[in-house]
């Protein structure tokens, strides 16, 4: 297999020739700018998610849509996903997060690209906002940061409104691994009565 470059900028385009099961050789064009991460903050107690709402070129392009509703995400520039994950979710959302939860290591696109994302659920209390978020200016992330009630952006997902794949991938991974969170006031065992 070889590879040339046909273009380097924030990401590299190559077009890699390939020599396929059956001996066969092809081309195929591949975007590659490394490993990145991905996670979902969400606040147990009051039942609500921290995440970022950024205008996006290719959705913008394709059909006119101006912002995306998305997790905390970002290019790893760490040796550790982990580390990653916290600079971003301080970055974008203000929060200091602690604890991480794995949620998975996936391929974002392995048709074209190379970029390999960590996944990560993070609790998270009130106390944890220590900054406004919003991105870092010099990239021109101009992030609004949006909160949303855990039962809202279960609706949202189930009517097919989270229209990020990676969000939508650690939404459905909270939603699995902890369904109380997700129960509608209604819905939530109420405590025992006391005599």
Known sequence: MGTRTVYEGWARYLVAEVRMPDG?????????????????????????????????????FVDGTASVLEAPAGLREEEDAGTCARREAFEEVGLRLSTLEPAGRVWSLPGLSTERMDLFLAPYRAADREGAGGGLAEEHESIEVVEVALPDLAAMAERGEVADMKTLCLVQTLRLRHPALFASSEERPCSEERP
Not at 30 to 56: C, I, K, S
């Open 24 to 60: 066969s050789r092809i081309g195929r064009e591949v975007e590659d700018h490394g490993p990145a991460v991905a996670v979902l903050p969400y606040d147990p107690e009051r039942r609500v998610a921290l995440l970022v709402r950024q205008f996006r070129t290719p959705p913008c």
